[in-house]
């Protein structure tokens, strides 16, 4: 992967992540298991996803806000990837992307291109 996070990054995005998985209103066992295979990709260990439960979503949002410029393309694609990971794309998984992507100051990125980024940024 060519994209590094300190703890505090892998905690805000594994925060972040769970925005995304919830927005539907459900939790799906391929949500989970696509985010837990890029969590591991990028370094995110056990240890990062319980500081995730102790951070706030403005704290998230902030860490996310103050990443580089790769930091933030991987974590845009990641959600715009986690939105299909269940097989469908609901509106509210849709409009989850797009408030967290303003509020992250996340680059634009449609779905359709979020899998050839991500894909891109882990080789």
């Given at each position: 992967?060519?994209?590094?996070?300190?703890?505090?990054?892998?905690?805000?995005i594994?925060?972040?992540?769970?925005?995304?998985?919830?927005?539907d209103?459900?939790?799906?066992?391929s949500?989970?298991?696509?985010?837990?295979?890029?969590?591991?990709?990028?370094?995110?260990?056990e240890?990062d996803?319980?500081?995730?439960?102790?951070?706030?979503?403005?704290d998230?949002?902030?860490?996310?806000?103050a990443?580089?410029?790769?930091?933030?393309?991987?974590v845009?694609?990641?959600?715009g990837?986690?939105?299909?990971?269940?097989?469908?794309?609901?509106?509210?998984?849709?409009?989850?992307?797009?408030?967290?992507?303003?509020?992250?100051d996340?680059?634009?990125?449609?779905?359709?291109?979020?899998?050839?980024?991500?894909?891109?940024i882990?080789?």
């Open positions: 992967m060519k994209v590094s996070f300190t703890e505090e990054q892998k905690a805000a594994v925060r972040i992540s769970f925005f995304m998985i919830s927005a209103g459900k939790i799906a066992d949500e989970m298991d696509f985010s837990l295979s890029m969590w591991s990709l990028a370094g995110i260990t240890s996803s319980d500081r995730a439960q102790t951070m706030t979503g403005r998230a949002c902030n860490i996310v806000a990443m580089n410029a790769e930091q933030k393309e991987f845009c694609a990641l959600l990837c986690l939105i299909v990971s269940d097989g469908e794309i609901a509106d509210s998984e849709v409009r989850t992307w797009i408030v967290l992507s303003e509020l992250c996340l680059p634009p990125m449609e779905i359709n291109e979020a899998k050839k980024r991500l894909k891109d882990l080789e």
